[in-house]
């Protein structure tokens, strides 16, 4: 079983929609959670940073991690042309040792 | 302020050459990683340092070396190149104890 399982998709979704995205992991003794944008051909840009459970509101951005069903999602509202990337999730415990999903294509349609 | 720095953007390298990609890191970060990323493949962990003068095996180590003679540089060594190390290279720095992790803007990588 793999440590981290993200929905490659693709996800295509119009302009002003709500997107939803999400991880699943196996170890429960991880305790920070990320999101990355990585447009093509750039490197992976922190989105957002999460320690242990919650929620987390960053503008349009919503991380929320349930470490009960070691899942983790990111919430993308009014979605923008320029929201087009890939998102990678990632997470790590106390080791600085971190562990990505293979991140989920998303296109906004204008 | 620059974060992490990786040189070159691009190279095109024979089969059987030998090259080295440069990163640094002005955040005084203790641990520095290298990963290659392959289409639909993810992120995969190369080798990792967790400070000066200490470096470990990652997932995928082969065929690579790496070296950390001070906190800010970490560069990656390409041994006799193969065709199966084509691939897009990141060099990524986090502080000790956090869970943040910083990415450079890659290295773009192709053997001929």
């Known amino acids: 079983q793999k440590e981290v399982e993200q929905d490659p998709g693709p996800l295509s979704v119009p302009e002003g929609a709500i997107v939803s995205l999400n991880c699943t992991y196996s170890n429960s003794a991880f305790q920070y959670f990320m999101w990355y944008r990585q447009y093509s051909r750039k490197g992976p840009e922190l989105l957002m940073y999460?320690?242990?459970?919650g929620n987390k509101e960053d503008g349009r951005f919503t991380a929320q991690v349930d470490k009960s069903s070691k899942y983790i999602s990111l919430f993308i509202r009014d979605s923008q042309p320029s929201d087009s990337a890939t998102y990678l999730c990632?997470?790590?415990?106390?080791?600085?040792?971190?562990?990505f999903g293979t991140g989920t294509s998303l296109t906004v349609i204008p | 302020n620059a974060g992490v720095t990786q040189t070159p953007k691009f190279r095109i390298l024979k089969i059987g050459q030998s090259m080295t990609l440069q990163c640094t890191q002005d955040?005084?970060?203790?641990?520095m990683y290298w990963y290659r990323q392959d289409p639909g493949m993810g992120l995969k962990l190369i080798y990792y340092?967790?400070?000066?003068?200490?470096?470990d095996k990652g997932e995928v180590p082969n065929g690579y070396n790496v070296s950390r003679s001070t906190t800010e540089d970490f560069p990656l060594r390409l041994e006799l190149a193969a065709p199966s190390q084509t691939s897009v290279y990141f060099c990524a720095s986090s502080r000790m104890g956090a869970g943040e992790l910083f990415f450079g803007e890659g290295s773009r990588l192709t053997v001929l």
């Open positions: 955040m005084n970060h203790n641990y």
């Open positions: 999460t320690y242990s459970s």
């Open positions: 340092s967790v400070g000066a003068g200490i470096t």
């Open positions: 990632a997470m790590s415990g106390r080791l600085n040792q971190f562990y």
